[in-house]
């Protein structure tokens, strides 16, 4: 019975001081009735006791079919609806009334406990309350220190675009060579750029050369052309000569003369345009050639370039030296806000034990239930609601205390009483019942 009460008791416990240290005081139907509530601040303003007019406050009208309902029992046999004389009904009555009474008396043991816990907590608000102005200023100002290190907490635990703590402790973990792999990725970047800049001018050099290796070897191909033209107009410039000559009886001479002077300048020209242009292929061909070599060399550049890019991203888990640069500037921002964060969290601790050994001071039983509920000290409306609630919450607790008692247990026992007296031939069997 003793381990069950200290179980109970734990649980409660437990489960009370989540309670408390949360601050979930809310009743969800009672503090929605405005009657209710206006009737306690009036009670509080005229000067009166709580425990005075608690009994009082609530009236048939602020209680709902909820809250006096939720607890009357279902199924309970009566006396007069059994057969007494049927051993199996009679012991199934008994049974019945017994499980009931001890069902009630562990609920009893459970509402009890919370029943004093929130009658200590309010007293505790009363022994607060009662502090001289100078002993609350001190209060007032530990609880003060504690509200202000928690709004900071919350300020860096509700900023926008933190840093996840995988990111971050990645960037810890390559604290020491991040701004060297920043750098070596800036490098490498620049770099690759220039080589994409040698890659696309070295490209367009070269069909520009092949553009005009195709306009020499046309003029090559031309000046061919025409010096043939020109040495068969020759050839039939001296037979027509030569006809004139031999058959017509004419004098040609001039006409030789001529004719061999015109076909030499023009064989002189044909031949100087096709040697330049022969030679300028030449030199075109070499300049495709050399373009080429280069351009294999800048290839090898670039692929060994875009090989170290992929292994620094791979390395330093980003897509680019943009992308790694922004994470190490956001880190050390990061950095600074959780390490005063953490100094924040030291400090919290202390003036949380410094607001523990002020409440001890003035005979607070639960000291601790107050580091979570610094508002209430510091604002006198908050600490009006806390306790309007813990006596909503008296109240219930009162009543399901009142209806195990009265309507579980003691209309049980009757039950058994009356059996008994009523049949005295079966009283000894209930007695060893009870017993048992």
């Known amino acids: 019975m003793g381990s069950r009460k200290q179980k109970a008791g734990g649980d409660m416990a437990g489960r009370g001081m989540g309670l408390l240290s949360m601050g979930l005081f809310k009743n969800k139907g009672w503090l ?101 102005e100078s002993e609350r200023a001190e209060l007032n100002a530990a609880a003060q220190k504690i509200q202000d290190l928690e709004e900071r907490q919350d300020v860096y635990l509700k900023k926008k675009n933190r840093m996840s703590d995988e990111k971050y402790h990645q960037m810890e973990r390559m604290e020491e060579e991040a701004e060297e792999g920043c750098r070596k990725l800036r490098e490498a970047e620049d770099f690759q750029e220039k080589i994409r800049r040698d890659m696309s001018r070295l490209e367009g050099e070269k069909h520009a050369y092949l553009y005009r290796k195709n306009e020499l070897k046309g003029a090559v191909a031309d000046a061919k052309g025409m010096a043939v033209i020109c040495s068969m107009a020759l050839i039939v410039c001296f037979v027509i000569l030569f006809a004139l000559q031999y058959v017509l009886q004419m004098d040609t001479q001039l006409g030789f003369l001529l004719t061999a002077a015109l076909a030499a300048l023009v064989i002189t020209m044909l031949y100087l345009k096709y040697t330049d242009s022969v030679k300028e292929l030449k030199r075109v061909e070499k300049g495709i050639n050399r373009i080429i070599l280069l351009q294999n060399r800048v290839k090898i550049r670039y692929v060994n370039n875009t090989n170290l890019l992929d292994y620094l991203c791979m390395k330093y888990q980003v897509a680019n030296g943009k992308e790694l640069r922004n994470l190490w500037e956001k880190y050390k921002v990061e950095k600074e806000e959780r390490r005063l964060y953490r100094e924040a969290e030291l400090e919290l601790d202390d003036y949380h034990q410094d607001l523990l050994n002020i409440l001890k001071c003035y005979q607070v039983k639960d000291p601790a239930v107050w580091l979570h509920q610094t508002a209430a000290l510091l604002d006198s409306k908050e600490m009006v609601e806390i306790r309007h609630n813990l006596i909503v919450r008296r109240q219930s607790l009162r009543r399901r205390m009142d209806y195990n008692k009265e309507m579980i247990i003691n209309k049980a026992e009757s039950d058994i009483k009356e059996l008994a007296d009523r049949y005295p031939q079966y009283a000894g069997e209930i007695a060893r019942m009870v017993q048992r």
């Open 32 to 132: 929605k009735k405005p009657k209710f509530l206006q009737r306690l601040r009036d009670r509080e303003e005229e000067g009166q006791d709580w425990e005075s007019w608690e009994d009082e406050i609530l009236e048939d009208g602020d209680r709902t079919a909820e809250d006096w309902g939720a607890f009357r029992p279902g199924g309970q046999h009566s006396l007069g609806s059994i057969d007494v004389h049927d051993a199996v009904q009679r012991r199934d009555f008994v049974q019945n009334c017994l499980d009931q009474m001890g069902e009630a008396a562990k609920e009893l043991e459970n509402l009890n406990f919370e029943y004093n816990m929130v009658t200590s907590y309010l007293k505790d608000m009363e022994e607060i309350e009662a502090l001289p």
